[in-house]
């Protein structure tokens, strides 16, 4: 006869068992099947035949699967960084009193409610050479017009849009952290004598970093995946000046009718992303 | 589909819209319409100049009229030609390339892929010698595949080639500009082909097939309710209905160019090769690698070529 608490312990593990069974079809069936999928040739419409490690090999020789790496890399570290700076100035400011702090925070998240295509649309207006916003601007200031997404500027250009869609989700977590830094140490502080950057810096900050390093962590995994921008813009384009990996993938699977290679494709950027989550997870721990 | 082609009258088919769904002498596919890519030109500049336009209008005669009313200075250019990542930028390369004598294949295997020409060559530094000399705008090699819409619909071009969205914006938003544009179509026309096929896993194939027929034998609905309406998006693939069309001034160039309209030319037969090709923009990246990186012609060329023959080896063998 089962003894009380280990009753208890079996109840609740067949209680979670239906939510463990939807989670593993919904997570872990999906990330099986391209892995499977990844040592197959699998055209379209086709039967898949097993080919080994071939897939990767070939993944692994090609250019531009670095390439793709490189401006994956290049594009998500400067826009994480700008959008902390942002979300965390606009957090700053919007957590003192004022009037209309409440219309300016609801009006600050809007472009992160936004559906992403919707961003991305506008953008492309915005950025259009004869038509667009920002040259109109420009011209009516007598200065010169830019191209935004030539060959020069494309990364830029989409780290701009990245950032405007992504910042405000900094700015809510950060928001949220700054409200529970407890008044009466800010308080404590200044009767010390330490200024207001000493605040910030002693106090502020240490109570925050716990929901910078998360908010991070995600922003940097939800950029490096970031796709509908990118292929809505410039299609990874001029030449392979905005060739992300999501792109790639995306053109093996839908332009080369491979699913095994774009399998493996998306296997191989995995390593980036899990090293990510595991420091999420262990900051969640702490 | 062979049944039905010929329920309907295969005589009345134009020939590129059988052969686009034929396989080893079977067709496969009804088409339904097909939507040719034709230049737009400002009349009202070309009269302001006393410019004569010959139809079809070569690609080289397209140069000659761009140069003539070329004006970089005021953001305004002869080929409003997009190279940017896109569909259109092969499309419009297709007409150019096989007004030159280009075509991707002799036969369907890797050997047979025929990229690596005189013709490739030719229509590369056509295109190139435009971009340099700002016949075409700066920034054509970002547009997407509206980039030469707006760039003929906000007055930056003196013509482009499209199919008929352009016509059916401008009749809705500026009539103006719409009563301005000249129509005409190139020597050889690119442009897809749509139609129907029935899966073999179709139930009832036999009534699908009495359905299709039942679609296509009233050539008044199919002209009057779906053609028409169109504006020359959707042109016709019947030879009696093009010939009714020619009588009405928009339709003439739309219904003359119906006839000469090709997917992939000159065989415009199914191929998986270039189903392939086209969405990887190997095209658009070999014309990109000589004006934005300034990679040798031929040396893009053979770049070109060798990722059309790697795709062909792969469905077709050596």
Same mark, same amino acid.
């Given at each position: 006869m089962l003894s009380l608490p280990r009753k208890q312990s079996l109840i609740g593990y067949v209680l979670i068992l239906p939510a463990l069974l939807i989670m593993s079809l919904l997570l872990l069936y999906p990330f099986f099947y391209a892995t499977w999928l990844s040592f197959h040739t699998k055209m379209i419409g086709a039967p898949a035949i097993y080919v080994g490690i071939k897939n990767y090999l070939d993944v692994l020789a090609s250019k531009d699967f670095y390439i793709g790496f490189l401006r994956s890399i290049t594009y998500t570290f400067p826009a994480v960084f700008l959008k902390l700076i942002l979300g965390l100035g606009l957090a700053l400011i919007l957590n003192q009193e004022f009037k209309g702090r409440r219309i300016m925070r609801s009006l600050a998240i809007i472009p992160w409610v936004l559906p992403v295509f919707v961003v991305a649309f506008i953008w492309m207006w915005m950025y259009d050479y004869a038509l667009g916003a920002l040259n109109i601007i420009l011209r009516s200031l007598g200065l010169p017009v830019v191209r935004w997404l030539s060959i020069d500027n494309a990364m830029m250009s989409l780290i701009i849009v990245n950032v405007w869609k992504g910042f405000p989700f900094f700015f809510m977590g950060i928001l949220s952290g700054l409200q529970s830094v407890p008044q009466d140490l800010l308080d404590a502080a200044s009767v010390d004598g330490a200024s207001t950057i000493q605040r910030f810096r002693y106090v502020t900050i240490p109570y925050i970093l716990p929901v910078i390093y998360i908010v991070s962590l995600l922003s940097i995994i939800w950029t490096y995946g970031d796709f509908t921008t990118i292929w809505i813009l410039t299609r990874?384009?001029?030449?392979?000046?905005?060739?992300?990996?999501?792109?790639?993938?995306?053109?093996?699977?839908?332009?080369?009718?491979?699913?095994?290679?774009?399998?493996?494709?998306?296997?191989?950027?995995m390593p980036f992303s899990i090293f990510f989550i595991y420091l999420i997870v262990r900051l969640l721990r702490r | 589909m062979d049944d039905?082609?010929?329920?309907?009258?295969?005589?009345?088919?134009?020939?590129?819209?059988?052969?686009?769904?034929?396989?080893?002498?079977?067709?496969?596919?009804?088409?339904?319409?097909?939507?040719?890519?034709?230049?737009?030109?400002?009349?009202?500049?070309?009269? *302001?100049?006393?410019?004569?336009?010959?139809?079809?209008?070569?690609?080289?005669?397209? *140069?000659?009229?761009?140069?003539?009313?070329?004006?970089?200075?005021?953001?305004?250019?002869?080929?409003?030609?997009?190279?940017?990542?896109?569909?259109?930028?092969?499309?419009?390369?297709?007409?150019?390339?096989?007004?030159?004598?280009?075509?991707?294949?002799?036969?369907?295997?890797?050997?047979?892929?025929?990229?690596?020409?005189?013709?490739?060559?030719?229509?590369?530094?056509?295109?190139?010698?435009?971009?340099?000399? *700002?016949?075409?705008?700066?920034?054509?090699?970002?547009?997407?595949?509206?980039?030469?819409?707006?760039?003929?619909?906000?007055?930056?071009?003196?013509?482009v080639m499209n199919p008929a969205s352009i016509m059916y914006s401008l009749s809705k938003d500026n009539p103006d500009l719409f009563n301005k544009t000249l129509l005409v179509y190139p020597p050889i026309v690119f442009g897809g082909t749509n139609g129907f096929v029935i899966y073999k896993t179709c139930k009832y194939p036999d009534l699908a097939k009495d359905l299709l027929v039942y679609i296509l034998s009233d050539k008044k609905s199919y002209t009057e309710r779906f053609i028409k309406p169109s504006w020359g998006y959707c042109c016709p693939i019947f030879k009696s209905v093009a010939e009714e069309l020619k009588k009405i001034p928009y339709w003439e160039p739309f219904a003359n160019a119906a006839e000469f309209t090709y997917g992939s030319y000159p065989f415009n037969e199914p191929c998986m090769a270039l189903d392939e090709a086209g969405p990887k923009y190997i095209i658009v990246k070999m014309l990109q690698k000589i004006i934005l990186e300034g990679q040798d012609i031929d040396a893009a060329i053979d770049w070109a070529h060798n990722e059309y023959v790697s795709i062909f080896r792969k469905y077709y063998g050596d």
């Amino acid at each position: 006869m089962l003894s009380l608490p280990r009753k208890q312990s079996l109840i609740g593990y067949v209680l979670i068992l239906p939510a463990l069974l939807i989670m593993s079809l919904l997570l872990l069936y999906p990330f099986f099947y391209a892995t499977w999928l990844s040592f197959h040739t699998k055209m379209i419409g086709a039967p898949a035949i097993y080919v080994g490690i071939k897939n990767y090999l070939d993944v692994l020789a090609s250019k531009d699967f670095y390439i793709g790496f490189l401006r994956s890399i290049t594009y998500t570290f400067p826009a994480v960084f700008l959008k902390l700076i942002l979300g965390l100035g606009l957090a700053l400011i919007l957590n003192q009193e004022f009037k209309g702090r409440r219309i300016m925070r609801s009006l600050a998240i809007i472009p992160w409610v936004l559906p992403v295509f919707v961003v991305a649309f506008i953008w492309m207006w915005m950025y259009d050479y004869a038509l667009g916003a920002l040259n109109i601007i420009l011209r009516s200031l007598g200065l010169p017009v830019v191209r935004w997404l030539s060959i020069d500027n494309a990364m830029m250009s989409l780290i701009i849009v990245n950032v405007w869609k992504g910042f405000p989700f900094f700015f809510m977590g950060i928001l949220s952290g700054l409200q529970s830094v407890p008044q009466d140490l800010l308080d404590a502080a200044s009767v010390d004598g330490a200024s207001t950057i000493q605040r910030f810096r002693y106090v502020t900050i240490p109570y925050i970093l716990p929901v910078i390093y998360i908010v991070s962590l995600l922003s940097i995994i939800w950029t490096y995946g970031d796709f509908t921008t990118i292929w809505i813009l410039t299609r990874g384009g001029p030449g392979d000046a905005s060739l992300v990996l999501p792109v790639l993938i995306y053109q093996t699977l839908y332009a080369e009718f491979d699913a095994g290679k774009a399998s493996a494709l998306s296997i191989l950027t995995m390593p980036f992303s899990i090293f990510f989550i595991y420091l999420i997870v262990r900051l969640l721990r702490r | 589909m062979d049944d039905v082609i010929n329920e309907i009258g295969r005589d009345d088919f134009f020939e590129p819209s059988i052969k686009v769904g034929t396989l080893e002498g079977k067709a496969y596919q009804l088409s339904l319409w097909c939507e040719p890519y034709l230049w737009h030109i400002r009349k009202d500049i070309l009269e *302001k100049k006393g410019i004569q336009v010959k139809t079809p209008l070569s690609w080289i005669d397209a *140069k000659e009229i761009a140069e003539k009313v070329n004006d970089p200075a005021n953001d305004f250019y002869g080929l409003g030609i997009t190279l940017g990542m896109n569909e259109d930028t092969t499309n419009q390369w297709n007409s150019l390339w096989w007004s030159f004598g280009g075509q991707y294949y002799t036969s369907k295997r890797a050997s047979g892929v025929t990229l690596k020409s005189s013709a490739t060559r030719n229509a590369v530094e056509y295109l190139v010698d435009a971009y340099k000399r *700002k016949l075409i705008p700066p920034d054509a090699v970002e547009w997407d595949s509206a980039g030469n819409n707006k760039c003929y619909m906000g007055g930056r071009g003196m013509m482009v080639m499209n199919p008929a969205s352009i016509m059916y914006s401008l009749s809705k938003d500026n009539p103006d500009l719409f009563n301005k544009t000249l129509l005409v179509y190139p020597p050889i026309v690119f442009g897809g082909t749509n139609g129907f096929v029935i899966y073999k896993t179709c139930k009832y194939p036999d009534l699908a097939k009495d359905l299709l027929v039942y679609i296509l034998s009233d050539k008044k609905s199919y002209t009057e309710r779906f053609i028409k309406p169109s504006w020359g998006y959707c042109c016709p693939i019947f030879k009696s209905v093009a010939e009714e069309l020619k009588k009405i001034p928009y339709w003439e160039p739309f219904a003359n160019a119906a006839e000469f309209t090709y997917g992939s030319y000159p065989f415009n037969e199914p191929c998986m090769a270039l189903d392939e090709a086209g969405p990887k923009y190997i095209i658009v990246k070999m014309l990109q690698k000589i004006i934005l990186e300034g990679q040798d012609i031929d040396a893009a060329i053979d770049w070109a070529h060798n990722e059309y023959v790697s795709i062909f080896r792969k469905y077709y063998g050596d």
